[in-house]
């Protein structure tokens, strides 16, 4: 059973587009939520989380919309290059608990010159 | 700074073969964890550490095991490898339950 939804499975933006990738999730307890972004043959890398006492943060040209009473949260890239050409996870957890982490099934991006 | 090391990158096995995936962290991090990567799914939790000496379960433990004796130290164990058990390892470490979780760059196991 997955517990965070993640769409689309790919992503083909023109270099300046902006990128948008969507996640549900259903357990309500959950109260942290990070985006990972992973380049072929690394691991993940933490690039941007939200708790759900606000509704958007914005690091840079990177956006989470989060929306409590939909249970949704979505990234957007603004002006994307194409070294931003990678996959893209969410996840949620329940910081209460050890933090365990629950994936998105990733969103593999690809910003065309 | 090394982060997260996980060796070895690469390794195939053969089936019923045993191996132990080796994870070590410089940060000093109470929490660990390890995740099988497969595609299009994700990742998922196998077993998880919240400091020396504790362990608990994921999502995924079956056919696997882990021990913590330090606090650098998480290695994985794979008893009796199966061809099920294909796929990319990552460990993570944290600080705690409020902070970021950082990836070491997996281990790629394939078992034949």
């Known amino acids: 059973q997955q517990q965070v939804k993640q769409s689309p499975q790919s992503l083909i933006v023109q270099k300046g587009g902006i990128s948008i990738i969507n996640c549900a999730y259903e357990?309500?307890?959950?109260?942290?939520f990070p985006w990972y972004q992973q380049f072929p043959g690394k691991g993940p890398a933490l690039l941007i989380a939200?708790?759900?006492?606000?509704s958007e943060k914005k690091e840079g040209r990177f956006t989470i919309s989060f929306n409590k009473s939909a249970k949704q949260f979505s990234l957007h890239i603004m002006d994307s290059q194409p070294g931003d050409s990678a996959t893209y996870f969410c996840?949620?957890?329940?910081?209460?608990?050890?933090?365990?982490?629950?994936f998105g099934t990733g969103t593999r991006l690809t910003v065309i010159p | 700074n090394a982060g997260v090391t996980q060796t070895p990158k690469f390794r195939i096995l053969k089936i019923g073969q045993s191996m132990t995936l080796q994870c070590t962290q410089d940060?000093?991090?109470?929490?660990m964890y390890w995740y099988r990567q497969d595609p299009g799914m994700g990742l998922k939790l196998i077993y998880y550490?919240?400091?020396?000496?504790?362990?608990d379960k994921g999502e995924v433990p079956n056919g696997y095991n882990v021990s913590r004796s330090t606090t650098e130290d998480f290695p994985l164990r794979l008893e009796l490898a199966a061809p099920s058990q294909t796929s990319v390892y990552f460990c993570?470490?944290?600080?705690?339950?409020?902070?970021?979780?950082?990836f070491g760059d997996g281990t790629r196991l394939s078992i034949l």
């Open positions: 939200i708790r759900p006492d606000v």
């Open positions: 996840a949620a957890s329940r910081s209460a608990g050890a933090n365990n982490l629950f």
């Open positions: 550490s919240v400091g020396a000496g504790i362990t």
């Open positions: 993570a470490s944290s600080p705690d339950s409020n902070q970021p979780q950082h």
């Open positions: 940060m000093n991090h109470n929490y």
């Open positions: 357990n309500t307890a959950f109260d942290y």
